[in-house]
């Protein structure tokens, strides 16, 4: 069930929108808890927070990709908006298969374990064309090495007839991109996606993401552990702990003005070097596990601030500024 005063709530004609949703675990428990927000159109949307607190899930849920331990119990995924708005809820898996692709996208973190190995670069990027998108072998030839080209492969001639194994990571980073784009999606989802690649490979990566995101106006789910990328190159960001939403808003605005002391604590960290592989040394304990049945706010354990009112029941996200949303109780928490 969702709260009135969910995050990212009352735009206009969102490409996505993710209601109340709760995933639970084989075995028991949740592992997201009740994840609500919207993806405006052209817009970037960061979804920051540490190791295990649920970001993959919750770009697999909107994918329809969760693990088989996974599974939704409550809550909507709604892609697009008016006449074009599909119901992802119970999806069928021909629905999965005429949107993936098409409509929505994904690029993830190993970028090696998505391709073919024994299949070139250049058959590849241009099967999409020729299955999906019902292009013609020669156009779909020509169509591939003009994404190449898009996403900064120069020498798309030679490219095209490598296969997998003679790329670099982030050439092939590149690569899936391509793909991912190549049917002009309203929504790619990158979980990660330069975490595995070089420093200077990582700045190119995201400086290509944030070029097609303009070109192309689309809809971007960026997954990131830099909040240095999250001020650059994000529109609104969502801060996610142990399974659950913490606060929302405006990137420079959550930036700036953290409202939320997990998202305080993070930024205190961050200017501290990569956080990715860590949990927050400066605060003490770790986070619960996403799974963990807790009464109350999930972060109080750590929290230097925590009061009783804290423990006591849910606690609903409250507004702390225009479309800033943060689930705390207490009214103002310095940072
Ligand atoms: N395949 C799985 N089976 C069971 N539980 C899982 C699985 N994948 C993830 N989880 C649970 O969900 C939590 C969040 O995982 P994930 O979304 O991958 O985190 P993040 O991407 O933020 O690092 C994990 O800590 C784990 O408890
Ligand atoms: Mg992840």
């Known amino acids: 069930m969702s709260l009135p005063d969910e995050p990212i709530t009352g735009t206009a004609r969102p490409v996505l929108r993710v209601d109340g949703l709760n995933a639970g675990v084989a075995g028991g428990g949740r592992a997201l808890r ?3 927000f919207e993806i405006p159109r052209g817009e970037t949307v960061a979804l920051v927070g540490e190791s295990g607190s649920g970001k993959t899930l919750t770009c697999r849920a909107v994918l329809g990709l ?10 909507t995924v709604t892609l697009g908006s008016g006449e074009s708005a599909v119901d992802l809820t119970g999806a069928r898996p021909a629905t ?6 098409t409509r929505l996208a994904a690029v993830f973190q190993d970028p090696g374990s998505y391709l073919n190995p024994s299949l070139t670069i250049g058959y590849q990027v241009a099967e999409q064309l020729r299955v999906r998108g019902n292009t013609g072998r020669r156009a779909a030839r020509d169509r591939s090495l003009e994404l190449l080209r898009e996403v900064g492969i120069h020498d798309a001639e030679r490219v095209e007839r490598l296969y997998p194994f003679q790329l670099s990571g982030g050439m092939l980073q590149r690569v899936l991109i391509a793909i ?9 989802i990158a979980d990660e996606v330069t975490t595995a690649l070089d420093t200077v490979v990582q700045a190119e990566i995201l400086d290509l993401l944030e070029r097609l995101q303009r070109s192309q106006r689309l809809s971007l789910l960026l997954v990131t552990h830099d909040l240095a990328v999250v001020a650059r190159m994000s529109h609104r960001v969502l801060v996610m702990y142990a399974g659950e939403l913490v606060e929302s808003g405006p990137a420079e605005e ?3 003005h953290p409202r939320h002391p997990y998202t305080q604590a993070l930024l205190r960290v961050a200017s501290l070097g990569d956080w990715s592989r860590r949990t927050l040394e400066t605060i003490d304990g770790q986070p619960p596990a996403a ?11 750590r929290c230097a601030h925590s009061a009783p009112g804290c423990t006591d029941g849910v606690i609903p996200l409250r507004a702390a500024g225009p479309a800033h949303f943060a689930r705390c109780i207490r009214d103002r928490v310095a940072a």
């Open 254 to 256: 959550v930036l700036r």
């Open 66 to 75: 969760l693990p088989p331990a996974v599974a939704i119990e409550s809550g």
């Open 34 to 36: 009740e994840v609500s």
């Open 291 to 301: 799974a963990a049945e807790i009464t109350g706010c999930r972060f109080a354990a």
């Open 180 to 188: 991912a784009i190549s049917l002009g999606p309203e929504l790619l």
């Open 96 to 101: 999965w298969r005429r949107l993936r692709g």
